[in-house]
């Protein structure tokens, strides 16, 4: 289990940078997209630490909790960088 973790992890590290390298290559009014889209996998890339790393898949509502608070703080994020 802790395999396949670790390997969806550092696929997805492989993509966020793809995606960082990749924005100057975007137009000038779709770069803020790969900004986004980096703030997407470190979302996607936390839920999989909390589920298999500590082990908060044998607490559901735990994980859904910090999901929550994880996808609030994302939102935030997302905010002030557009806001930018």
């Known amino acids: 289990m802790l395999e396949r973790a670790w390997i969806w992890l550092m696929g997805l590290s492989l ?5 960082a390298l990749g924005q100057p290559l975007l137009p000038n009014g779709a770069t803020w997209l790969a900004g986004l889209m ?3 996998i ?4 936390a ?3 909390l589920k298999d790393y500590l082990e908060l898949a044998e607490a559901p509502q735990i994980l ?3 999901a929550f608070a ?3 703080f994302l939102l935030a994020a997302a905010g002030l960088y557009l806001a930018a």
Do not use: E
């Not at 993509?15 to 995606?19: L, Q």
């Open 15 to 19: 993509a966020a940078t793809a995606v």
């Open 38 to 40: 980096v703030l997407a």
């Open 42 to 45: 470190a979302g996607l890339k």
């Open 47 to 49: 839920r999989i630490i």
């Open 64 to 66: 859904r909790g910090l």
């Open 70 to 72: 994880l996808s609030l």
